[in-house]
């Protein structure tokens, strides 16, 4: 007959009322000891320090954020984490919060307008302070909650002073290609916007309207678009509609959609079409031919606004926006004018 086997039975782990126990304390001072509180008698804290090292004990995090209304953790709420420029400034932000020891909670509003006050609050509730990247709320729908859910940074939108800001110079950026493609002989161009609830697509919108003063010679011609490669792939009919002989599209993935039905349709670029885009997301030297774009440090974007939102949380005002200027990066999409 085969011998029996002992039941193992787990391991109870240590708690801090074992800890309490065995030091002949409080469970409130081994609580204040373990948080590193400096108002228990330094004999009294070493009996519990001794008694920690004797039993082994490792106090709950959870408790321990409780007991120190603090958690280590920031929350961050972006519109759409499926675009690649997104993720680059939400790496930003996790690399340089990690680097001043904190973990990052993540959500994404699916380009959800009307959620992301709810969505922006209760991932607050959670973390010690809050990044919204390029939230698509009002202006007066994100003054109103800013003040609730302080600390807060904010990329790419403006506050009046009412928060963090870390953002990238649109309206500059998108001059500076259509001076580019003004430079190959190009004088009716297209511009594929963004989604309307985009504040950085009304950048660029006000951008081109001071360019067109300063050249009226020029046409460009604003078609609707989006954000995605879709809306870039459905909009050829629109710019070959147009006479565009150029293209501006509202980022790199609506521009490398486009190239690809441009593919599809045997439509040389950019002998006979040029195309560009913006921020210069990995994918853009990539494509066929590589896309002409403004570079844009988002990453850098990502890690300027934890380090303004993280001199805020240790008592440092700093209500001055971060400005990145984008850098104009030529490759083989843009050409002369036919």
Do not use: C
Not at 79 to 108: C, I, T
Not at 230 to 243: K, Q, T
């Amino acid at each position: 007959m085969a011998a029996k086997r002992a039941r193992k039975h787990p391991v109870r782990e240590t708690t801090i009322q074992d800890i309490a126990a065995h030091a002949g304390v409080s469970k409130a001072t081994v609580s204040r000891v373990v948080n590193g509180v400096p108002t228990v008698a330094e004999d009294i804290a070493e009996r519990v320090r001794a008694s920690v090292a004797e039993l082994g004990y490792t106090p709950s995090q959870t408790a321990r954020s409780l007991s120190l209304g603090v958690s280590r953790t920031i929350g961050v709420l972006a519109p759409d984490l499926a675009n690649p420029m997104f993720q680059q400034v939400l790496h930003g932000v996790h690399r340089a919060a990690a680097a001043d020891g904190y973990r990052v909670l993540v959500a994404d509003t699916l380009e959800d307008e009307a959620g992301e006050t709810g969505a922006a609050q209760d991932i607050r509730n959670r973390t010690d302070a809050l990044v919204l990247i390029a939230p698509r709320m009002t202006r007066p729908e994100l003054l109103d909650l800013l003040p609730r859910v302080q600390p807060v940074a904010v990329v790419n939108r403006t506050t009046g002073r009412n928060a963090v800001v870390a953002q990238v110079d649109y309206a500059a950026g998108i001059q500076v290609l259509a001076r580019h493609l003004v430079s190959l002989g190009h004088s009716r161009i297209a511009f594929l916007s963004g989604p309307e609830a985009s504040r950085s697509n009304h950048e660029r919108q006000h951008g081109l309207t001071a360019f067109r003063e300063e050249h009226p010679g020029i046409e460009i011609m604003e078609l609707a678009g989006g954000s995605s490669f879709e809306h870039g792939y459905d909009a050829w009919e629109a710019i070959r509609a147009s006479g565009a002989t150029a293209v501006i599209a509202f980022n790199d993935i609506v521009a490398l959609g486009l190239l690809g039905r441009l593919d599809e349709e045997g439509v040389h670029v950019p002998e006979e079409l040029s195309v560009t885009g913006f921020d210069d997301i990995p994918f853009s030297r990539f494509s066929a031919p590589p896309l002409t774009t403004m570079t844009v440090d988002l990453s850098g974007v990502g890690a300027a606004a934890w380090r303004e939102l993280h001199a805020e949380m240790t008592g440092e005002e700093r209500r001055d926006p971060v400005v990145f200027m984008p850098v104009l990066t030529v490759r083989g999409s843009t050409g002369p004018r036919a």
